[in-house]
């Protein structure tokens, strides 16, 4: 079955620097998203990306975020200087999303990342 | 905007049924949906109601009412391996910002 995948599994990074989390979406897919969770915390949305382009982005999602589809393939999510509060899950999904009486997001494994 | 209300545990024994309700604030969405996680892992899909009414998926059933406000995830013969997270999500009618609810967490005791 198809799937989505993530890399790295884990990310440690000190604080200021720039991380980027890849993502490989499922290939007929045309909607990509990240998300984030805190540790204990709900699933927040970061960003939606269709058609090489952001559709919808969060207030979370600020300029140090942003996010790349740099090829047919892979979809990236950059954070240029991290900050002790990034520290979370990072997932990314992909839907279909042609047909609007169904909606199912395929969640990747996601990548840990801790800013120290 | 968007807000969602689950309750933050619920346990039960293996076997047992267990409904885990959502109430929601929205200006208008497309449908609601359910995702199970377990510790650790990855958010996965279980069901999805478009329209009011009752959807059933196995051992797993999701109930939606729109002039409620509420929805419900509605988990047959309780297995251990049910012991997780659940959430609610809902898409706005506008743009493709999807939000969670809280989450539950099910205990499944023997």
């Known amino acids: 079955e198809p799937e989505v995948t993530q890399t790295p599994s884990h990310q440690v990074t000190q604080m200021g620097q720039e991380v980027i989390l890849r993502c490989v979406p499922i290939s007929n897919h045309l909607y990509f998203y990240w998300y984030r969770q805190i540790l204990g915390q709900k699933v927040e949305f970061l960003v939606s990306?269709?058609?090489?382009?952001?559709?919808?982005k969060s207030e979370i999602f600020d300029d140090q975020f942003s996010v790349e589809r740099p090829d047919g393939s892979n979809f990236t999510l950059k954070i240029r200087s991290t900050k002790l509060e990034d520290s979370a899950m990072y997932f990314c999904a992909s839907s279909e999303f042609q047909d609007r009486t169904q909606e199912t997001q395929y969640f990747g494994p996601g990548t840990r990342l801790l800013v120290l | 905007g968007q807000s969602l209300e689950q309750p933050s545990e619920v346990t039960a024994v293996e076997g047992a049924i267990v409904q885990i309700n959502c109430t929601y604030q929205t200006s208008g969405f497309y449908g609601l949906s359910w995702y199970q996680q377990h510790d650790g892992g990855a958010p996965t899909f279980l069901s999805y109601?478009?329209?009011?009414g009752l959807e059933e998926t196995g051992r797993f059933s999701s109930f939606l009412s729109r002039s409620d406000s509420y929805g419900y995830l509605l988990l047959q013969e309780l297995q251990m391996k049910d012991s997780a997270s659940y959430f609610c999500?809902?898409?706005?009618?506008?743009?493709?910002?999807?939000?969670f609810g809280p989450g539950t967490r099910l205990s499944v005791l023997p």
């Open positions: 999500a809902v898409r706005a009618l506008t743009g493709q910002n999807f939000v």
């Open positions: 990306f269709y058609n090489n382009e952001i559709s919808e």
């Open positions: 109601n478009a329209l009011d």
